[in-house]
């Protein structure tokens, strides 16, 4: 896989998402909360925390699936909001705690800010590629240029 800033792209796959989840408390009741769903909180603390990134500490994780430092700061900012949390209800605590705890509104908002900075930096990133000539689906022609009718007036 081609990307730039990261050696290894398809951990932020699955970085990105369980970002989101922590930042959506909708999805966090209506997906991780139910039991018929394969994704719960635990899941999701275990690819930031364990799988694909460490939350805890982040910094070397910068250049493999975080592509900035401010990536890494608000990464580090989930996990302390998180290990406050887990420290309040307790490891063993049901997901329903972790979720009605009080500090989780600071969970929440760092995984928000960070979902944004994430975004956008793949944004960016997906922008280079688009630059240097990478086109989607692989294999396809070129863009049409800016001076190519792109609305097919005379």
Not at 5 to 20: D, E, F, N, S, T
Request: proline content about 6%; charged content about 20%.
């Amino acid at each position: 896989m081609i990307d730039h800033g990261i050696a290894l792209p398809h951990y932020r796959l699955h970085v990105v998402p369980a970002v989101v989840a922590l930042a959506s408390p909708t999805w966090q009741r209506e997906v991780l909360l139910d039991p018929d769903q394969f994704e719960d909180l635990d899941y999701t603390v275990h690819v930031l925390f364990d799988d694909f990134c460490d939350a805890d500490n982040p910094s070397p994780w910068l250049g493999q699936c975080l592509r900035s430092e401010e990536e890494v700061e608000l990464m580090a900012a989930i996990g302390t909001a998180y290990s406050a949390v887990q420290e309040s209800v307790g490891a063993a605590a049901r997901d329903e705690a972790y979720l009605d705890s009080p500090g989780w509104s600071a969970v929440v908002a760092a995984a928000a800010r960070l979902a944004q900075v994430l975004v956008s930096n793949d944004h960016s990133a997906l922008s280079k590629l688009h630059d240097a000539g990478y086109r989607w689906p692989l294999g396809a022609g070129p863009v049409a240029s800016e001076t190519d009718d792109q609305h097919g007036e005379s």
